[in-house]
């Protein structure tokens, strides 16, 4: 689509072209030169602040520990995260509305709740109410499951309805009942283009585990940034080494993404458009939390 | 059958979660509760012990790689040996200001040695062994500042942590002063050393630890002019009367014994300050 | 509820919100500015302006919020000097803006380049038939047509800057996070009564919000 907006470049095109991207490159390296002198001038490109991280030690006590915490909490707040939205993905769809509006409720309440009041609630709320410690692992991982389980259901409830209405009545023509719908024709079709969203998801997960440090969970940042830097006394080159890990890891996790979403569509597993059918809309879900 | 189904799923997964949320603390049984026996009878039994300390703050409580040191570290050491559980056993849990009293109040931890200041606000949550020390707030200025004390503070950039003491009482003592609040003390010592602002406000004797740093030698001081008293204590379960009695037991024995004198000179000390003295007749009455 | 009839607390429940809205507000007319910029940028003939337009995305929408915001008051205030006003909390709010708004914005130019994506190529290729340029034809055919097509996911977009804004307080802006945190500290025992009360107060205005987005979007949405 992009090529179709401009014509292919003629001599002048070519011409005024090439002065934009001397004069825009040019612009960049400058801007680029200045932030290296800044930084030198205040001392933060000085050997002493990033050698620890040439040094093992730093790497295996306070960066993989963190590391390994992320990826624990991401992983345990994905499954989770799963059940939560499948569960109450079927319950938004289901005919029942003492089912229906409960769920919406539920739903609408936990995409609307700012995720670092809701960890900070559940550590300190839910032990007051249970007199038992809460630990702050499991804070960040419910907080994200119901943040994060409530997003993939509104996911999972517009995969569904997307899938094209032809299908549904064809089964209904057969006497599936609406359970056998959603388990054999359904569920399969959405699912399977879902994949890429429940991967952006993880990217999300990922960078929401960050906001455990309102109950210092020793996750990547905590460890990295601020236990690191008590150390090392390195905070912005602590940070900057910290920041291309995340954006390392959760490039690749996109790149896999798209890689997904185009596979499905090789392998033709996504419900095709009928004739006649509304043009598919832009990417479902993009939702920025963190 | 298809809503059994349904809520045979839904009921599945809070079930997991329950299970998951309330196992996942890793608990020891009855020990965690810590009511009757207090935390002499938890040390006894089980051989073990949880302990909150710092884990940034250079020469009283710092995690360096897998394991904690600091001056906090060595006394919390010296308190688990007198109740009988061997050094290595204890588990140290990483604590900030602010989760202190909940650590205690839940049972996540059974002492917290982490520059724990004695008030009355805070005990009406938790009980108070010691003090072991006796810090001041104070302010960290670069070497060549103008800051004299915190009467000079007016229109100038203090930093704390947030929901600290010390920031509290800059707020309500000094009010002209323009607060900074972070969520680490690192933070605020970097900001000093950007210039971002003029002082950094705690304990002297976390600033202390900070300006000793190797990277920053040479470029702070502390004022010197400790505005506050802030007795340092160990926290532990609101009315743990045994405990706490026990507890300045050992504080006494290790003033007598050098032990108290080698946990300081083995830490701080090594800047070369001299070790205070443990004043005995200062010991709260654990009442 | 007994916690804010104390005016004290009742003031720094007010303060906090007022920070959010105030953050909210400025961040989302600046991303989407930039928003729609870095997208004419991705799409544009010239390949540096898609490199940074490109790279641009990459790392705000890979890195955590949390890190950003620190970034903007370490690296942007500290190290690079760049002061957005004398006054501290102020300053700290003009960092927070300008994190905010770099981060979502993104996101409004991945929505905008994917709401791009669903008009139909024969627009464009009209649009070049009659002699308009490049920027014409984004200005007057495409992007118009591109932005109601995508009106939900600003949406969304915009209901997750709001609770985004609660970020800004690691650089100690008292904004409604750090509010509820000194409250609860303060006030053990009135820990639900005052969770429900900051977040019940985001749910009347979120929730509401996103019904009129998808209202919105589909009162303005090209019926093809």
Request: some cysteine.
């Amino acid at each position: 689509m992009s090529i179709v907006l401009y014509d292919y470049p003629g001599p002048r095109a070519r011409r005024r072209n090439a002065i934009l991207t001397v004069v825009f490159g040019l612009a960049l390296v400058g801007l680029l030169w200045w932030i290296y002198r800044k930084f030198d001038e205040k001392g933060q490109l000085a050997g002493i602040l990033w050698k620890p991280f040439t040094e093992s030690a730093t790497w295996t006590d306070f960066i993989l520990p963190g590391l390994r915490q992320t990826l624990l909490a991401a992983a345990t707040g994905m499954v989770l995260s799963l059940a939560f939205g499948l569960v109450f993905s079927a319950g938004r769809l289901s005919e029942h509305w003492w089912v229906r509006v409960p769920s919406g409720v539920v739903v609408e309440f936990f995409r609307a709740v700012p995720l670092l009041l809701m960890i900070f609630f559940i550590f300190y709320g839910v032990p007051f109410l249970t007199h038992r410690p809460m630990p702050a692992f499991w804070s960040v991982v419910i907080g994200l499951t119901l943040y994060n389980g409530s997003v993939l259901a509104e996911a999972f409830r517009a995969g569904i309805r997307a899938v094209p209405i032809g299908q549904s009545e064809a089964a209904y023509a057969i006497g599936l009942r609406k359970n056998q719908l959603m388990r054999y024709i359904l569920i399969p079709q959405a699912a399977r283009s879902m994949l890429p969203v429940i991967v952006s998801q993880l990217v999300v997960l990922l960078k929401d585990t960050a906001l455990g440090y309102i109950v210092a969970l020793p996750e990547l940042l905590q460890q990295g940034v601020n236990v690191l830097s008590a150390n090392k006394g390195n905070v912005v080159a602590a940070a900057i080494v910290v920041a291309a890990i995340y954006i390392l890891i959760n490039s690749t996790l996109t790149w896999f993404a798209g890689w997904l979403d185009r596979w499905t569509q090789r392998r033709g597993l996504r419900p095709g458009r009928v004739a006649g059918a509304p043009r598919p809309g832009p990417a479902a879900v993009l939702e920025p939390q963190g | 059958m298809r809503i059994t189904r349904l809520v045979a799923v839904a009921a599945a997964t809070v079930l997991a979660l329950g299970v998951a949320a309330c196992g996942g603390d890793g608990n020891d049984g009855g020990g965690g509760q810590g009511g009757a026996t207090g935390v002499v009878g938890k040390a006894q039994s089980q051989k073990k012990l949880k302990i909150g300390v710092k884990a940034d703050q250079p020469g009283l409580g710092l995690q360096t790689g897998s394991t904690y040191e600091g001056f906090d570290i060595e006394i919390a050491k010296i308190i688990a040996k007198g109740l009988g559980v061997d050094p290595a056993s204890i588990e140290f849990v990483t604590t900030v200001s602010a989760n202190r009293e909940p650590f205690i109040q839940q049972g996540t931890v059974d002492l917290v040695v982490a520059t724990y200041t004695i008030n009355d606000e805070r005990k009406q949550k938790v009980s108070f062994a010691g003090p072991y020390f006796v810090a001041g707030q104070d302010l960290l200025v670069p070497v060549n500042s103008d800051i004299t004390g915190p009467e000079s503070l007016d229109g100038k950039k203090v930093c704390s942590v947030s929901g600290s003491t010390p920031a509290k009482r800059i707020q309500t003592e000094h009010p002209k002063a323009h607060l900074q609040q972070f969520d680490a003390y690192s933070k605020c010592v970097t900001a000093l050393a950007g210039g971002q602002v003029d002082a950094v406000t705690t304990d002297d004797i976390i600033l202390a630890g900070y300006a000793s740093q190797p990277q920053y030698a040479g470029k702070f001081k502390v004022v010197g002019k400790p505005f506050s008293t802030e007795p340092y204590g160990i926290g532990l379960k609101k009315d743990d009367k045994s405990g706490c009695e026990k507890i300045n037991e050992i504080l006494k024995a290790s003033a007598g014994d050098g032990s108290y004198k080698a946990a300081w000179d083995n830490t701080l000390g090594k800047s070369g300050t001299p070790a205070p003295t443990l004043d005995a007749s200062k010991l709260t009455n654990c009442g | 509820m007994s916690v804010f009839r104390d005016s004290d607390n009742l003031h720094a429940y007010l303060t906090g919100f007022l920070w959010i809205l105030r953050l909210t507000g400025v961040s989302a007319v600046i991303a989407l500015v930039i928003g729609v910029l870095l997208a004419a940028m991705r799409v544009s003939p010239i390949p540096v302006l898609r490199w940074f337009g490109a790279g641009w995305v990459n790392v705000f929408r890979n890195t955590p919020l949390t890190l950003i915001i620190f970034f903007c008051y370490f690296a942007l205030y500290a190290t690079l000097g760049v002061t957005l006003s004398d006054d501290l909390n102020l300053n700290n709010y003009w960092l927070g803006v300008v994190g905010l708004s770099a981060y979502t914005a993104a996101f409004v130019c991945e929505a905008i380049r994917s709401g791009v994506n669903t008009v139909p190529a024969g627009q464009a290729e009209a649009a070049r038939a009659i002699g308009l340029t490049f920027a014409q034809t984004l200005r007057i055919v495409v992007l118009p047509q591109a932005g109601r097509a995508v009106i939900a996911p600003l949406g969304s977009i915009l209901i997750a800057l709001c609770k985004n804004s609660t970020i800004v307080g690691t650089i100690g802006l008292l904004e409604s996070s750090n509010q509820m945190k000194q409250l609860i500290n303060d006030n053990g025992n009135a820990v639900i009564a005052i969770f429900i009360v900051f977040a019940g107060t985001f749910a009347a205005v979120l929730v509401p919000t996103g019904y009129l987005f998808g209202w919105l979007a589909n009162r303005l949405a090209v019926k093809r």
